[in-house]
Structures are given as structure tokens and as C-alpha cells.
């Protein structure tokens, strides 16, 4: 007696294929998105950390913020020339004990140098301080506010993302390099948008032009033309607020009050609205 051999027949299997194929190409995007949320909620999750963690170094130090940089403190991890600094990541570091949460999970990493990871991260932070209105820099001195000197702190910007020293050119940028100019180096900041009409100094205005605080140009999720304030995630950033509490916010939410869209030059980006920008301390 012969008995049937049973399997599949070409057809068959080429269906089988095809089925697979369209299930992959249904379930790819969205196994993508969902890693981007997980990294968005990370990211997120950190930026918070910081921000509280400025709040509890605050309240050792007569309810001042932490400056955007500090020189010659006696303690600090890296020098110029000219005079040894900590950003303001290095000095909350001992309040988060953990300099891992500086990477920003959503951007490139950033190779750990000097022997330290810590000093890394601090020097070369994946989110910046929004020095220009926290920390005040007139020329000489930076004047760090009181955490209650803001008018509507849950309105202030604190911290937002920003592009990673993988996306830029790995040099320091500032406006001096020395504790006699006291000034803010901006590998560690993040710029406000309109920052050319207002007395204070500050770098870099959004739009179209600027320099983006040593982010590559024409690298727009990572800051070019927003002041360094990376959008990876739908055109979205995560940002703490001067109260602590975090929010992820669209980019042009964070330009409320100004008239700043991708394309207008930087040199026009100016406020239009008062009563909605989110940087200021008014």
C-alpha cells in the first residue's frame, strides 16, 4: 500500500510568506513608535529629576538657583587656562547622584571622556538651563533669582532638552572662558526665543541663521533654529518647569508669545505677546 506524503505546496507557502511579510510591515511602525515613547518617557523622567534636584540644591543655598556656571569654586572637575569651572549639572549632580540621567535617550549618545562619566555628562548635559533668565548675565556677573522671584513659576521654563555634544562640534562655546567675566558657557544652556531685544546678554535667538549654541547646522531636531532646544519625539521636547513639574511640550508652544516659526530669520524672532511667553521671570 502506498501511503500519501502531506505538506505544503509552493503556493501555500508563498502565502504564508506574503502574510508574514504585510504582518511586519503592519507591526515594524508600530513596535518604532512605541520604542520612541518609551525613550520620551525616559527622557522625560530625567529632565525631571534635574529640575528637582535644582529645587533641593536651592534650598541650601538661601533659596537661590544654581548658576548656569560657576568658576573657581575649589572643587570644580575641569579648567581653561584661565580658570576651573562646574556648570550648574555638576553642582546638582550630588542631589541626583547619577550622571547617566544627562543622556538624553532619545539622541545620539555621547562617549564618556576626561576618565568620568559624571564629568561628562555635567560638562556636555542633554538638557539645558535656561540661563539667559534664571541666571542673568550682565557683561560682568551672572545673577542667579530667587526660586520665588518668578511671577508664574509653573509658566518659567527651567530645563529643557537640548542637542547632545554628538550633535555638534565637541568645542566649548561661550562668552569668556575665565571666573573674571563670570560668564555662562553654553554646552550646558539652551537659549530663549527673542533674546536680542532684552538687557541682559545672551547668545543665540531661534530662527533661521543662528548658531544654535555649537549644534551642526542645519541639524534642526537636535536645536538649529530654536536655541538648541532638541524636538525629536513628534516635534515634541520634554522641559521642567521653574516649579518642578514636567510636561512634554511642542515646539511652537514653547515660542508662545513670540513670532517665531521654522523659517523666520533669527534676527526677527521677537516677542508679540507678553502675557504668554514662557521663559521670562514676569
Not at 572637575?77 to 580658570?83: E, I, K, V
Not at 542631589?95 to 535617550?105: A, E, R, S, T
Not at 548635559?125 to 551672572?142: D, E, K
Not at 509658566?155 to 566649548?172: K, Q, V, W
Given at each position: 500500500m502506498i501511503r500519501s506524503q502531506k505538506g505544503f505546496t509552493l503556493i501555500e507557502l508563498l502565502v504564508v510568506i506574503a502574510i508574514i511579510a504585510i504582518l511586519a510591515a503592519i507591526l515594524f511602525p508600530v513596535f518604532a513608535q512605541a520604542k520612541a515613547a518609551a525613550k520620551s518617557a525616559a527622557s522625560l523622567s530625567n529632565v525631571k529629576q534635574e529640575g528637582l534636584g535644582i529645587i533641593m540644591y536651592s534650598g541650601d543655598?538661601?533659596?537661590?538657583?544654581?548658576?548656569?556656571?560657576?568658576?573657581?569654586?575649589?572643587?570644580?572637575?575641569?579648567?581653561?587656562?584661565?580658570?576651573?569651572?562646574?556648570?550648574?549639572?555638576?553642582?546638582?549632580?550630588?542631589?541626583?547622584?547619577?550622571?547617566?540621567?544627562?543622556?538624553?535617550?532619545?539622541?545620539?549618545?555621547t562617549v564618556t571622556s576626561y576618565n568620568s562619566r559624571v564629568v561628562t555628562m555635567t560638562?556636555?548635559?542633554?538638557?539645558?538651563?535656561?540661563?539667559?533668565?534664571?541666571?542673568?548675565?550682565?557683561?560682568?556677573?551672572?545673577?542667579?533669582?530667587?526660586?520665588?522671584?518668578?511671577?508664574k513659576p509653573a509658566?518659567?521654563?527651567?530645563?529643557?532638552?537640548?542637542?547632545?555634544?554628538?550633535?555638534?562640534?565637541?568645542?566649548?562655546w561661550g562668552f569668556g572662558f575665565d571666573a573674571k567675566t563670570d560668564s555662562p558657557l553654553l554646552e550646558s544652556t539652551v537659549e530663549v526665543p527673542d533674546c536680542y531685544t532684552i538687557p541682559q546678554y545672551c547668545a543665540d535667538n531661534w530662527g533661521k541663521g543662528g548658531f544654535s549654541s555649537g549644534v551642526k547646522a542645519g541639524n534642526t531636531l537636535a536645536g538649529d533654529g530654536t536655541g538648541g532646544v532638541a524636538?525629536?519625539?513628534?516635534?515634541?521636547?520634554?522641559v521642567v518647569?521653574?516649579?518642578g513639574h514636567a510636561t512634554k511640550s511642542k515646539i511652537s508652544f514653547l515660542a508662545s508669545g513670540t513670532n517665531w516659526t521654522p523659517t523666520t530669520d533669527h534676527g526677527s524672532v521677537t516677542t508679540t505677546d507678553a502675557s504668554k511667553y514662557l521663559w521670562d521671570t514676569n
Open positions: 543655598a538661601d533659596d537661590k538657583i544654581v548658576e548656569a556656571t560657576n568658576w573657581d569654586t575649589g572643587s570644580d572637575p575641569l579648567c581653561f587656562s584661565s580658570g576651573c569651572f562646574s556648570t550648574w549639572a555638576y553642582l546638582v549632580n550630588p542631589y541626583v547622584k547619577n550622571g547617566d540621567i544627562l543622556q538624553d535617550p532619545l539622541g545620539p549618545p560638562s556636555f548635559p542633554g538638557y539645558g538651563f535656561n540661563y539667559v533668565w534664571l541666571t542673568p548675565w550682565n557683561g560682568t556677573l551672572q545673577q542667579a533669582i530667587s526660586m520665588t522671584a518668578a511671577a509658566e518659567t521654563i527651567m530645563l529643557a532638552n537640548r542637542g547632545s555634544r554628538s550633535d555638534g562640534d565637541g568645542y566649548y524636538h525629536r519625539n513628534a516635534d515634541t521636547t520634554p518647569w521653574l516649579d
